[in-house]
């Protein structure tokens, strides 16, 4: 069998995920160019991430803040956009406002004032989405905020200076269909809409429901083993 160079691999799997958003957008009736692919590196080596940069990859989403500052360092060359994706601790928060251009998972006002704060240091505004719960409100390990708590929480970053609130973030819940879990997010997200005009982006769908989140309506879809491959550990 020939050699199948790291490259061609992540041509591969970045041609098979383009493909994928490009038939859920027809499907729905959609402008594939409406929906940005942010893809996720996690655990894999800032080698992918310059392999996927000159692949035509514009968008980069970690989330873990120590593995996401050394990589964003390594590839500062790039020009690329990073997304912070994942659970953020307050006291980490003004540390990730100086490299991530985005942050999609404030799902708490505690975060607001340190992000804030990190960003005026390095001068630069942070793309802010709200990460939204899907989940039964017993969920155990339930991640982002109630949808109730939205309204009060869109206040707080548009209050903050140097924050930008552009939306919403969630994950489909496990053992949902997830096209049920995404329309309720698309009316979480019209609620926000009401109120906030300019916080059009919807982060929604990861390698297994992309599509569904795509014919949802999806603005950014966060996508790694479909890209990369399957990680080390299941983070
Ligand atoms: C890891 C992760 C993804 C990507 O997951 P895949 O199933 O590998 O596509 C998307 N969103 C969040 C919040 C993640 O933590």
């Given amino acids: 069998m020939a050699h199948v160079s790291r490259r061609d691999e992540l041509e591969g799997g970045l041609a098979r995920v383009r493909e994928s958003i ?3 957008a027809a499907d729905a009736g959609r402008d594939p160019g409406e929906v940005t692919l942010v893809v996720v590196t996690k655990f894999f080596p800032a080698s992918d991430v310059r392999l996927l940069a000159e692949l035509g990859v514009t968008d980069v989403g970690e989330n873990r803040h120590q593995e996401a500052e050394a990589k964003a360092a390594e590839c ?12 953020l601790q307050s006291n980490k928060a003004a540390a990730v406002a100086a490299y991530a251009d985005v942050v999609e998972s404030v799902d708490r006002r505690k975060l607001v004032a340190p992000l804030s704060k990190g960003a005026h240091q390095c001068d630069h505004a942070v793309d802010v989405l709200l990460q939204v719960s899907l989940d039964p409100p017993d969920r155990e390990g339930r991640s982002g905020a109630d949808p109730a708590d939205v309204p009060a929480l869109a206040a707080a970053v548009e209050e903050a200076g140097l924050l930008r609130l552009r939306g919403l973030m969630a994950v489909a819940p496990l053992g949902e269909d997830p096209a ?5 997010l698309v009316e979480v997200h019209a609620g926000l809409l009401a109120d906030h005009p300019d916080a059009t982006w919807l982060s929604a769908g990861m390698s297994g429901d992309l599509e569904h989140a795509v014919r949802a309506g999806a603005t950014h879809v966060r996508v790694g083993s479909a890209v990369l491959g399957s990680r080390p550990t299941n983070h």
């Fill in 22 to 24: 490009a038939g859920a």
């Fill in 76 to 87: 500062a060359d790039l020009g690329l956009r990073w997304h912070f994706i994942g659970g």
């Fill in 180 to 184: 049920a879990a995404f329309a309720r």
